[in-house]
């Protein structure tokens, strides 16, 4: 199945948004939701995750202190709150179901489940 982002927009730069990832669940093989982003041009880059064991989160320094993700279990549903946005986090943002150990946790190859994203534009 899928994970499925939604919730992006265009919106002015200071400004907040919230994604939404769904579905995702605790199962087996799934060891936690991450979400990560490409910009037009470069590679796609990790921006966070959840890992359902233990409920720990894990940032990229490039967002610490400004994105959190939180779930609602009963939503099967990951959110990705951003707030400070800059125009460099302009990106398409994935959510993807992390299959790895802790280890791969930034790495996108040990993702997989990825559905087709959601635009976040930000303006200056």
């Known amino acids: 199945v899928q994970l499925q982002a939604s919730g992006g927009g265009i919106v002015q730069a200071g400004d907040s948004l919230r994604l939404a990832c769904a579905p995702a669940r605790r199962t087996s093989s799934n060891h936690g939701t991450g979400w990560f982003r490409q910009a037009p041009g470069k590679e796609r880059e990790f921006v966070g995750a959840f890992r359902w064991s233990g409920g720990y989160t894990y940032y990229a320094d490039s967002v610490k202190g400004r994105f959190t993700i939180s779930k609602d279990n009963a939503k099967n549903t990951v959110y990705l709150q951003m707030n400070s946005l800059k125009p460099e986090d302009t990106a398409v943002y994935y959510c993807?179901?992390?299959?790895?150990?802790?280890?791969?946790?930034?790495?996108?190859?040990?993702?997989?489940?990825w559905g087709q994203g959601t635009l976040v534009t930000v303006s200056s």
């Open positions: 993807a179901a992390h299959r790895g150990p802790l280890s791969t946790i930034r790495d996108d190859t040990s993702y997989d489940s």
